[in-house]
């Protein structure tokens, strides 16, 4: 991710940093080049898409690139309409961007990169939150691009399957920044691929569904977790997201949420754990409703970690991150959780949480909930910028999680993850959710 924000010139003139070496885009350093005149040349999709939405409607985020460039207003509009169907956001123009579920947000950013035609696209994990129709639209996308042969596609993505046979050329790190092997794809595998795995980073062959979770003994007769009747919900009057949901958590469960993007996981899941109230009928939580539950009182039954794990930051230290609001026995449990996440407080202490990797953050964001050991557990893409060691990791932790008597609820694209968690997956379409 670092590299990918220096090649558009945000390291080191946007976001300090250290920087030796040289790093040029069309023969020219970035450090030299006026941050206008990179901008028009290189377009990029961060990790996280939403914090580079600008524009409060959908076709003006997508426009918003081609009038910093004095577009002619009829080529803008039609590029702004042939954009929108190319990242599968047609019917959306007028629709508020911070209402847009996160993989529609991923999809809008990447318009609004590409709608100007850079000659050169950084893309940093631009598959992490899209639907597979989503997903195989992009790499289709970025097919006729290296087809055509006038834009430079830098990829950072960790669903290696798709993109590996894309790339003329891997760049494979170690997890210290440093280089591994760079070269021509099946040149990097047979010289490095060995290095490569053992440094955590996914190979091609990797992710591929694994096996399927076992149902656990007896879970019928475990008590409810979370019970959800009728319940309606939407951002907007008269488009509800919701509409008729019935659905029981028991005790024990791994219930896998998937469906396309904007089809309302994320919405079900908030409900779930009180962060949204329902328009119509019930969320219990226990027997509670948790949105009148007492912060404090809440934490400990239900914890959410978020798609964007930002949004739970509340402070500027890993270490205050962890362990704000903890008992004495909880702030004891803490190292040990964050050791196991791969966060060893011992390094990562003083970091702020705003400066990690999506991968990190997300593990954080996971820490700071199970640490007080909530027995409903609702993750939203929990696999999203993780690399093999990480991901083996969150599995499992929430093994040991379930282990314990808890309920996990998971939002996810990620078929590895649904083969190999889930004991029962579970729809979300048309405002419902069916087997």
Request: net charge negative; charged share 25%.
């Amino acid at each position: 991710s670092t590299f990918g924000l220096a090649v558009a010139g945000l390291v080191p003139r946007e976001i300090r940093a250290d920087m030796t070496g040289s790093l040029t885009v069309d023969g020219t350093e970035t450090r030299a080049l006026p941050p206008a005149v990179l901008a028009s040349r290189v377009g990029i999709v961060f990790q996280d898409p939403g914090s580079q939405l600008v524009m409060e409607r959908v076709e003006d985020e997508v426009a918003f690139g081609l009038e910093n460039r004095a577009w002619p207003v009829a080529a803008m509009r039609a590029r702004v309409t042939q954009v929108m169907a190319e990242v599968g956001l047609t019917g959306l123009e007028r629709r508020r961007s911070n209402r847009l579920s996160g993989g529609q947000q991923q999809r809008l950013a990447l318009g609004g990169v590409l709608a100007p035609t850079p000659g050169c696209l950084v893309l940093d994990e631009p598959t992490a939150n899209l639907d597979p129709d989503g997903a195989a639209a992009l790499f289709d996308r970025l097919r006729a691009l290296r087809a055509a042969g006038d834009t430079t596609v830098v990829l950072i993505e960790h669903h290696v399957e798709d993109a590996w046979p894309l790339a003329d050329v891997v760049l494979a790190l170690d997890r210290d920044g440093s280089v591994i092997d760079v070269g021509a794809p099946d040149e990097v595998l047979t010289r490095s691929g060995d290095r490569i795995s053992a440094s955590g980073t996914w190979l091609p062959g990797d992710r591929g569904p694994a096996g399927t979770a076992a149902p656990l003994p007896g879970s019928a007769s475990e008590p409810a977790v979370v019970t959800a009747s009728d319940v309606a919900f939407g951002y907007e009057r008269g488009a509800p997201v919701l509409d008729g949901v019935d659905l029981q958590v028991r005790a024990g469960e791994r219930l896998a949420l998937v469906g396309a993007n904007g089809s309302g996981k994320s919405t079900l899941g908030r409900l779930l754990v009180g962060l949204l109230r329902p328009d119509r009928g019930t969320v219990r939580l226990g027997g509670d409703d948790p949105a009148r539950l007492p912060a404090a009182v809440l934490a400990r039954r239900a914890g959410y970690v978020f798609q964007d794990p930002e949004s739970g930051f509340l402070t500027d230290r890993v270490v205050d991150e962890v362990m704000l609001g903890l008992t004495d026995a909880e702030r004891a449990s803490a190292p040990a959780l964050m050791d196991r996440l791969g966060l060893p407080l011992e390094a990562f202490a003083e970091r702020s949480p705003y400066r990690l990797s999506g991968g990190e953050a997300r593990r954080l964001s996971l820490a700071c909930t199970l640490v007080r050991s909530p027995g409903l557990l609702v993750l939203d893409e929990p696999t999203y910028g993780q690399d093999r060691l990480g991901y083996e990791a969150l599995v499992g932790i929430l093994a040991a999680h379930v282990d314990r008597g808890a309920a996990v609820v998971a939002a996810t694209h990620d078929a590895r993850f649904v083969a190999e968690v889930a004991s029962r997956v579970l729809t979300v379409a048309g405002g419902r959710v069916v087997p």
